[in-house]
């Protein structure tokens, strides 16, 4: 049933669970024979939705890491400079690392994230992302796997939010305009 503050359904909780099984499928793909396990780094908040879905299909082994990071706050526009709020508890130098976010947007948060695992010397750095907004982009990133090309709009559900809210939404949608203007 769709949530009254939704304005439109962009991706349905159908379109969504058929592209992760193909992006899955393309991630098995791209290791199979090449490793022996890889370390899944999920930026969270928003990425933890789509990463519990993604890797029930993986078939590469897998230990699971996080890093928490804030970009948007409360806002509906990314942060200038994208925090990292907290560190990684596996040591990932000449491990391969695979890199999940919710969103590749001005692609700043990314290209903090690649630089700061990079440090650590790990063997190989991929990234996959739910979501890419390439008209956004204030940088070159490009995500290895992108799940949906999106058009600059502000979108919530399938684990994005507006201020802590619309998380557990199976679909991806757009907030009506009078909800930006409400006090939460």
Known sequence: MKNTDIEKVILSAETIRSRILEIAEEINQHYQDRV??????????GAI????D?????SVPL????????SYGDSTNPETAPRILGSLKSDVRERHVLLVDDILDT???MQKVVSEVSAKKPASLKTCVFLNKPER????????????????EFVVGY??????????????GTL???????TL
């Open 36 to 45: 022996r396990e890889i370390i899944l780094i999920t930026l969270l908040d």
């Open 107 to 109: 692609g700043n948060t």
């Open 137 to 152: 982009r204030q940088n070159n990133f490009q995500a290895d796997w992108s799940g949906f090309n999106i058009p600059d």
């Open 63 to 70: 230990r699971l890491d996080c890093i928490r990071v804030s």
């Open 176 to 182: 009506m305009p009078s909800i930006y203007t409400q």
């Open 54 to 58: 993604l890797i029930r299909h993986l």
């Open 159 to 172: 684990g994005l939010d507006y201020a802590g809210r619309y998380r557990e939404l199976p679909y991806l």
């Open 49 to 52: 939705v789509f990463t519990a």
